[in-house]
């Protein structure tokens, strides 16, 4: 399965399997994003679907705008009431915004997530990993790839105290044995 790393602003998106489109950049970005397309000769109408690691205004700006070109939003069960955290950012920086339309957004239970998956030719899951914040996911692909968006390296465990929140997404995550690290604002992670 290929995992492509469409890099168009200050956030690593990942094309997942060729429909599944894991995070978009900040509100504003479309230009950029047609150019990051067209450079992997990717075409638009071949993403179905697009999914926020988590609803922070750099992970979710342009789904509003992809839902108009006809890519259906899924939305986890955790991240329901999260999806308009933005808005406000948005409408107070004077950016240009289309909000996302929630009613037209395919919510999946973590249970069902495999199955969805399959759906789309994809083989994995999406577990959650709230360290982050409550509503952050992570796609873990049996191919070993894992794209865990703004999950704070298991490395950074030594810099706590205590931080049993990162240390339970970590042994989450590490329970699937995963081969490659994808984050959205750093360098990839070899496992192995």
């Not at 071949?46 to 205004?57: E, F, G, L, Q, R």
């Not at 289309?98 to 083989?123: G, M, Y």
Request: glycine share 6%.
């Amino acid at each position: 399965m290929e995992t492509v790393r469409l890099r168009y602003g200050n956030t690593n998106t990942f094309l997942v399997g060729g429909r599944l489109l894991m995070d978009t950049d900040y509100a504003g970005t479309m230009r950029a994003f047609f150019k990051a397309l067209k450079a992997h000769g990717i075409r638009l109408d071949t993403i179905s679907h697009v999914m926020a690691t988590h609803y922070h205004p750099d992970h979710c700006g342009l789904i509003g705008e992809l839902q108009q070109r006809g890519v259906r939003l899924v939305l986890l069960e955790a991240q329901k009431e999260s999806v308009h955290f933005p808005d406000y950012i948005f409408r107070r920086d004077g950016i240009d915004y289309v909000p996302i339309d929630t009613d037209k957004a395919e919510i999946i239970r973590f249970s069902d997530s495999r199955q969805w998956l399959r759906s789309l030719n994809i083989n994995g899951e999406i577990i959650s990993t709230p360290s982050h914040s409550a509503d952050s996911v992570s796609l873990i692909l049996d191919d070993g790839d894992c794209i865990v968006g703004d999950l704070q390296p298991e490395e950074y465990l030594e810099g706590y105290e205590e931080n049993s929140a990162l240390k339970a997404d970590w042994e989450r995550i590490k329970a699937h044995s995963p081969e490659r690290i994808l984050y959205a604002h750093m360098p990839e992670k070899r496992m192995k």
